[in-house]
């Protein structure tokens, strides 16, 4: 009974450790949608990922993000007209530091409409 109780303490070790690491990404992913929704916001106001915008983005990331997200997209630096759709992906870097010390990153494509006449 000795080994029983052994396996199932460390069984119980190792599930709380699976799930901290879970509830760590967890909270690193959640503050994605807000980025996504202020990324949109921006570059629609801007018309594209011009510079105030980028800046006003990284700011946030940076702020809001802890330097998790960016931009990356051929218009970079492009301004368009009203109604065009300016495309771009959101690079996301996450961090697993309980269990395995690892960086996952993943990318999510977006779009918005240009909102400046």
């Excluded at 980025?35 to 006003?56: F, S």
């Excluded at 492009?78 to 959101?90: A, D, L, P, Q, R």
């Amino acid at each position: 009974t000795a080994i029983i109780h052994m396996v199932l303490a460390i069984s119980t070790m190792l599930l709380l450790l699976f799930g901290m690491a879970i509830w760590e990404v967890g909270i690193q992913v959640s503050k994605f949608g807000n980025y996504q929704k202020t990324v949109n916001e921006v570059v629609a106001r801007y018309g594209g990922l011009t510079p105030p915008a980028m800046t006003e983005i990284n700011a946030h990331s940076k702020n809001y993000g802890g330097n998790r997200f960016s931009i990356v997209s051929d218009e970079m630096g492009v301004k368009k007209s009203y109604g065009e759709t300016i495309s771009y992906k959101i690079k996301q870097d996450y961090e697993v530091n309980i269990i395995i010390n690892k960086k996952i990153t993943k990318y999510t494509e977006g779009s918005t409409i240009s909102e400046v006449r």
